[in-house]
């Protein structure tokens, strides 16, 4: 019977982890590269620094606002700090054809102007990627959320199909074909176990609002609005006025602000009804001071510069949200944890590789169709995946500046070198397919400090290195890369070829 | 930082102890003499991990650096498998080694 429960979990475990393993290396490697989401916005916005002083950043960006979009309903900003170095701007504005947009905008933290910066998502991407997959609202989180299951599904079946997970806590036997790949799998999946379980967990619940409405919807039925008031009673809103008024002096209301929050940092600063006399200034405490996500707001009149309402989030639901919801993004993670989610991360989307891999060289006799499709999109879906990225930060620096639609064309990229290394894998033999793949992954990371340094200036290859550290990271971190990269072309060319039936 | 570097420490010392008390490690390892026997290897090891979790949670900060510890012994553990692929005849030293690196660093935090 015992025997018959195993077999039925690996069963599941196999088909689980398929269905949407493509998927989930995808959101996996992109999950990863959002740990450093503020530090590869910084690298892709290479014409800008550090600002010394967030308060007086957000304040410049406030004053070109109050040109730039006078008329808008509201402006949002989010604070530069020690990691992110611009001031982001969002706001809702009227395209040409009269339609609503949105326009988000990076500004020069010491000037608070966006000239000379160039159009780019930054690390945006990789993080609205990760839960969005490039899809409309809602059906890419919709999807996002269903791999998310099926990864719980895998990870809970996979622990019960390994039976010796303690004997086999170090083994790792390299060099001897299906046998390596299996302890691979099984070492990257059991030592990172506990990332796994809590990433998956808390990412299905970052999404829960959404794929299980069912306690709001019986609560509140269609009033959506007091719905999200009473999840977030922090927030302050009052209607316009319709009476003009110029807003007060921001920056001092931030430094208050810092004061009441016993010297925390401002993540957040929105500006409600701007120019009106119903100004609303609301601030947000730093994600990075607490494991907790948000949990600290400050409304103030925006003209006058009174104090409106402070809110702590006390209560255990909520709070135990917000913990969740903080420990899937780990912002608050000082510089060795973050290291730590980048290497998990990687070892998650490591075990998912491996397990596609798996999955073909399992199924060696009597293959079908199906099988051989399966194997040969691995190759690019899998394989294709780091070089997307990489080609993603090539765009990024040698797109010429001012070009129009920049930001989009990075994106599209992204998607066409992914893309063609899918149909480059279905057209060539899986084993060829990976070395000449691999080969070029590796040269696509190799490379890229080089061009970096001759087309941006900063990094590994330009000096002094004071003040450039994290250009200089990120070149270390390409490097890595692609050695790897390289290491698995070479490995995969010299491995002995697995014959049917064999392992 | 100091305090993560000797949870890390100590991790990797009280790992490389419950690999040398596995018989297939042991081997792998050529386990010289003068190591303990095997029971007792395990019991290092098993102090070696609580002696990094008691310096972890002792922190002020100790919720983030519960947080760090699970993701460090991760580390930790991945570095042991790959000592005993690369370099197997290493792994007797290491709990020596990394108790004497945690000292050092414990000593270096307070000057």
Known sequence: MKQGFRQSMAWLHGWAGLVMGWLLFAIAITGTASVFRPEISNWMRPEISAAPDPQKALAAAVEYLKKAAPDAPGWYLTAPDDRAYPVMVAYATKNEKGEGDYVQKALDPLTGRPDGIRDTLGGEFFYRFHFELQMPYPWGRYLASAAAMLMLVALISGIITHRRIFADFFTLRPGKGKRSWLDAHNVMGVLAMPFHLMITFTGILTLVTLTMPWGGVANYGDDIAAFYKDISPGFYSRPRAERPAPLGDIEAMLNDARRRMHGGRIGYANIDNPGDANAVLEVTRHDGDQIAYAAEILAYDGVTGQLLSQYQETRPARKTYDVLYGLHIGRFAPEFSRWLYFLCGLALAATIGTGMVLWSISRTRNRGAGHVLVERLTTGAIGGMPLAVAATFWANRLLPDGMPGRQGLEVDTFFAVWGSAILFGLLRTGRRGWIELMAVTAAAWLLLPAASALTAGRGLLSFPWRGNGLFVCFDLVALALGAIAALICVKVMRAPVMKAGRA | ?111
Do not use: N
Not at chain 2, 71 to 78: E, F, K, T, Y
């Open chain 2, 1 to 111: 930082m100091t305090a993560s570097l000797i949870s890390l420490l100590l991790a990797l010392g009280g790992f490389a102890a419950l690999s040398l008390s596995m018989q297939r490690h042991a081997r792998q390892a050529q386990a010289p003499g003068w190591l303990p026997r095997r029971p007792v290897l395990r019991w290092i090891g098993w102090g070696f991990l609580a002696s990094s979790f008691i310096r972890c949670i002792a922190r002020p900060d100790w919720r983030l650096a519960l947080v760090e510890w699970v993701g460090a012994l991760g580390l930790a553990a991945g570095i042991i498998v790959l000592i005993l692929i690369y370099r197997p005849r290493i792994l007797p030293f290491i709990p020596k080694a990394a108790m004497l690196l945690a000292l050092l660093a414990m000593a270096a935090g307070r000057l």
